[in-house]
């Protein structure tokens, strides 16, 4: 089973994309799915985040607010924060795994903001970077509710850049031409990594 790893910078069409390999019949692990159970009532993240980030905890389940105001533009605190969240994630990435061979995937796609940030890169067989033009990423980023351009920069500022992401990836998808143009490439992606090719790129 190949394990494919999708990234891509915000505002890119990522979340997009993965519903296209979804619609395709590919099994995809939403990361940030994953983390949000983990942060809500119940989830395994809450308590040892409140303790870490005093203030964070609201009604039961981790405010996302308070611990972005808490961490955004704090490399130390980012660290803690993973250091908790990661090896929680990991633990249900691992049934989504078994889930998948069960139901004889012979690929999954595991849907990763941070791939490269975190290293995970190198746990993939290949890596599949959603990007678009610059000004197309910040129109449609600051079109959401309680954007600024602050908020972005910084955001950005924590993320490998496009140029990069897109020179270290197997596969580009491009969504600033339209949804059919990506939908194409994503059954291109998915049809050379059956046939055992890569984009022929990647570290």
Same mark, same amino acid.
């Given at each position: 089973m190949k394990i494919v790893g999708l990234t891509g910078s915000i505002g890119?069409?990522?979340?997009?994309?993965?519903a296209m390999f979804? +619609?395709?019949g590919i099994p995809v692990y939403d990361a940030d799915a994953a983390v949000h #159970?983990?942060?809500?009532?119940?989830? !395994?993240?809450?308590?040892?985040?409140g303790e870490?980030?005093?203030?964070?905890?609201?009604d039961g389940r981790v405010d996302r607010e308070a611990l972005r105001q808490q961490v955004l533009g704090n490399p130390e605190a980012l660290k803690r924060l993973n250091a908790i969240v990661h090896p929680l994630v990991g633990q249900d990435r691992v049934q989504f795994f078994k889930a998948a061979e069960?139901?004889?995937?012979?690929?999954?796609?595991? +849907?990763?903001?941070l791939l490269f940030e975190t290293g995970g890169h190198a746990?993939? #067989?290949?890596?599949?970077?959603?990007? !678009?033009p610059p000004q197309m990423q910040r129109e449609r980023v600051l079109a959401r509710p309680g954007m600024t351009p602050e908020r972005l920069d910084a955001i950005l500022a924590q993320q490998t850049p496009d140029a990069e992401?897109?020179?270290r990836a197997h596969f580009v998808v491009d969504t600033g031409q339209g949804l059919e143009h990506a939908r194409a490439q994503v059954m291109t992606i998915i049809a050379a990594l059956r046939a055992g090719t890569d984009g022929g790129r990647g570290d």
């Open positions: 890119m069409g990522k979340s997009t994309t993965a979804r +619609d395709a #159970d983990l942060y809500d009532q119940g989830g !395994a993240a809450v308590g040892p985040v870490a980030f005093p203030g964070v905890v609201k069960a139901a004889g995937a012979d690929m999954v796609v595991l +849907d990763i903001p746990n993939v #067989d290949a890596v599949v970077v959603v990007s !678009a992401k897109r020179a």
